[in-house]
């Protein structure tokens, strides 16, 4: 049964509405405000308790607290109740009944509030039980490993969690309201974003590889899945992506591709000149012919233990680099390893030219590839003085490094594996210095361009700067 307070002046009055209430309700007659389902209130006690009254509506709000004024004709006490159109919420007065208490009015008057306490009160149970869900929900998704964003139906982001801004760089706020085409990179076709949108517009899954652009410029492979939200109806309210980087599995996944077909080519090649030449020598009487052979076979050997050496080499400076997030001056780098290449090639001939503003400064980790393609350019030049020209120019957001030599050039085959990015039977590149270049440049965010003439070979490299 309900418990009704009975907040009414005179002991008389009190015990002619317990008497009502009596059978189907509690009646609670203390003078100091309980927490109870109702309450009855008389002109005489109405301003002693309205205060009180307020405050606990306010306090179990949104739960409906229900208050009945009961009004007699004759009364010293009179209530003016304000208008229920303009008077200012919660409303004190709920209902109002009048002195003589008619029963079976009063009874559905407090059956109509007390359904509507009920009401309210399920309710309010309810939203905090999908409150307590959202929390955990949200708990989860902030705490998530995987990069999530949510977006309205035409694509605009309306949420992220840490992970995305861990991920891309940019800060919720940066991005909400935006489309998540910041992103972008230009790795991939219009034809693959229309194709996305087209599948999860129509209500089904998404889940790609595409390769993105954080906030430094710096490129990253992911792994998506899209999948759109609908209402009870089934009309699309939100779309919910789950991103995950994979760069350094894809990187690491193309270096043991490249690394695999190199060497296997390679040994296999050279390990059946060793066998074919071994098998000469053994029948071969003639001392010159013996020399000339076993030359041979220990440039062979020589050329097998360089590759699994520069193999070996490329694959823990690569580690290395990645690790390294910090900046450099372009140009103090540059001389640096034009310096330290000059001392492994004294015969060569090294040249600078360019902008030599020290507050042009680059991601430390290109250096590596920087010093491959200068030590590469003197290094298989067949010209009595190698010469490296390297050419620095820079513009508001990026650097271009040209590096031109006077070698043999690279093969097409060479060029064309590199800017075609992967590797296929039957054609492959055996220069692991282009791509340890190429890998660390894509890293970070820049592009190489390679372009062979008969006077030798020019590498460009187009990378983020700041100054």
């Known amino acids: ?40 209130v008389d002109e005489p006690s109405f301003h002693r308790y309205s205060d009180a009254l307020e405050r606990r509506k306010r306090e179990l709000d949104p739960v409906f607290c229900p208050v009945v004024l009961v009004r007699r004709d004759q009364t010293p006490v009179t209530v003016d109740l304000p208008d229920v159109e303009t008077a200012e919420r919660p409303l004190v007065v709920d209902d109002v009944v009048t002195a003589p208490v008619e029963p079976a009015s009063l009874f559905r008057t407090i059956s109509n509030l007390l359904a509507r ?35 309205d139906p035409d694509g605009v982001i309306e949420y992220v969690n840490p992970a995305f801004e861990r991920m891309t760089g940019y800060a919720a706020a940066e991005v909400i ?69 994979i760069t350094a599995h894809k990187l690491r996944e193309q270096q043991l591709t490249v690394f695999h077909r190199i060497l296997r080519h390679n040994l296999r090649n050279k390990g059946t000149v060793i066998n074919g030449y071994a098998a000469e020598l053994e029948a071969s009487l003639d001392d010159d012919a013996f020399v000339e052979h076993l030359r041979t076979i220990q440039e062979n050997v020589q050329l097998l233990l360089e590759t699994s050496e520069k193999a070996h080499r490329i694959q823990r400076i ?13 140009m103090a780098a540059l001389e640096q390893i034009a310096d330290e290449v000059g001392a492994l090639y004294p015969d060569a001939e090294i040249a600078i030219e ?18 491959e393609l200068v030590e590469n350019a003197v290094k298989h030049s067949e010209s009595a003085v190698p010469r490296a020209a390297i050419t620095a120019r820079t513009e508001s957001a990026t650097a271009t490094v040209t590096i031109a030599d006077n070698g043999p050039g690279i093969p097409d085959q060479e060029r064309r594996v590199i800017e075609a990015e992967t590797e296929k039977p039957l054609e492959h590149g ?9 890998w660390v440049i894509t890293y970070v965010g820049g592009d190489i361009d390679l372009e062979t003439t008969a006077d030798g070979t020019t590498v460009s490299v187009t990378l983020p700067v700041t100054r």
């Open 430 to 438: 055996s220069r692991l210095g282009l791509w340890f270049a190429y």
């Open 318 to 330: 690569f580690g290395d680099s990645l690790d390294e997030d910090t900046e450099r001056g372009l």
């Open 117 to 151: 306490r009920n009401q309210t009160a399920e309710l309010h149970a309810d939203l905090r039980a999908q409150n307590d869900e959202l929390r955990q929900f949200k708990n989860a998704v902030e705490h998530a490993g995987h990069a999530i964003l949510i977006t």
């Open 1 to 40: 049964m309900a418990e009704i307070q009975l907040l009414v002046d005179g002991s008389g009055n009190r015990r002619a509405l317990t008497s009502i209430l009596d059978d189907n309700h509690t009646p609670v007659v203390d003078e100091e405000l309980r927490e109870v389902d109702l309450y009855l």
């Open 177 to 245: 309201g935006e489309n998540p085409r910041i992103l972008k990179s230009g790795e991939q076709d219009e034809s693959l974003y229309r194709e996305l949108w087209h599948t999860i517009r129509d209500g089904d899954i998404w889940t790609g590889e595409l390769v993105n652009e954080r906030k430094s410029g710096e490129r990253f492979v992911i792994n998506q899945t899209i999948a759109p939200i609908a209402d009870a109806d089934g009309e699309i309210q939100a779309f919910v992506g789950i991103q995950d980087d």
């Open 354 to 371: 360019g902008d030599r503003t020290e507050s042009v400064r680059i991601d430390a980790r290109a250096i590596p590839a920087f010093r």
